[in-house]
């Protein structure tokens, strides 16, 4: 069974610092791996996905994942905050052979001014 | 290409009563997941469909179900609410059942169970 972990709840950091939020999965098979974020009263925004083509992946608003297998992990950075930034995010892994995505509890993303 | 949409937005129920939440998916999408988002539980999967058969079911009461029509719409019910099941129910369409692609969500609807 698939699953994941995020890193910290909460995580604040100033308008253009690095933004990072750690993401470790749990698979018995190569995993499907995808980054969403979700603004206050909206639903869910895809930013990334990761389907083995590449371990470094770009996604939109200037994120990006590295997808690092001796590790676990999937963390998403983006190089300088915007205040644009502040959501909450989501890491899920889908397992093969499946449509249903296991997600994180999330990380609530502050930045401050 | 509109987005997915669902209807309605908000809705308030009490206790007992019954509930039926619409989902469109992108044109040309097949694939329709369901999931509740609680800040108690966070994002858990409910159930997906392609092709007007449930493919998938995650851990929740008989009480929760759902359908998918012959136009790749979906409704999800809910019956005999319990205030447990306050919460955001997010729809998200796929363009097939496949694992690689990925899943677009709706705006959600927000039901309130008094």
């Known amino acids: 069974a698939q699953s994941v972990t995020q890193l910290g709840s909460h995580v604040s950091v100033s308008e253009g610092a690095l933004v990072l939020l750690r993401c470790n999965y749990s698979s018995s098979v190569p995993p499907y791996l995808f980054w969403y974020v979700q603004y206050p009263n909206q639903g869910l925004q895809l930013l990334l996905k990761?389907?083995?083509?590449?371990?470094l992946v770009k996604g939109i608003n200037g994120f990006e994942a590295e997808f690092k297998k001796s590790e676990t992990s999937f963390h998403l950075t983006k190089p300088s905050a915007h205040m644009s930034d502040a959501a909450e995010y989501f890491c899920?892994?889908?397992?093969?052979?499946?449509?249903?995505?296991?997600f994180g509890q999330g990380t609530r993303l502050t930045i401050n001014p | 290409k509109a987005g997915v949409t669902q209807t309605p937005r908000y809705l308030i129920k009490t206790r007992g009563q019954q509930v039926t939440l619409s989902c469109s998916p992108i044109s040309g999408h097949r694939s329709v997941s369901w999931y509740q988002q609680t800040p108690g539980q966070g994002l858990q999967f409910l159930f997906e469909?392609?092709?007007?058969?449930?493919?998938n079911k995650g851990n929740f009461p008989g009480r929760f179900s759902g359908r998918q029509f012959s136009n790749s719409r979906s409704e999800m019910n809910v019956s005999t609410l319990e205030l447990g099941d306050s919460a955001l129910y997010l729809c998200?369409?796929?363009?097939?059942?496949?694992?690689?692609?990925?899943?677009?969500f709706g705006p959600g609807t927000r039901l309130t169970v008094l």
């Open positions: 899920a892994v889908k397992g093969q052979g499946a449509q249903k995505l296991v």
């Open positions: 469909y392609f092709s007007e058969t449930q493919r």
């Open positions: 998200a369409s796929s363009l097939t059942a496949a694992d690689y692609n990925e899943q677009f």
């Open positions: 990761y389907t083995s083509a590449a371990t």
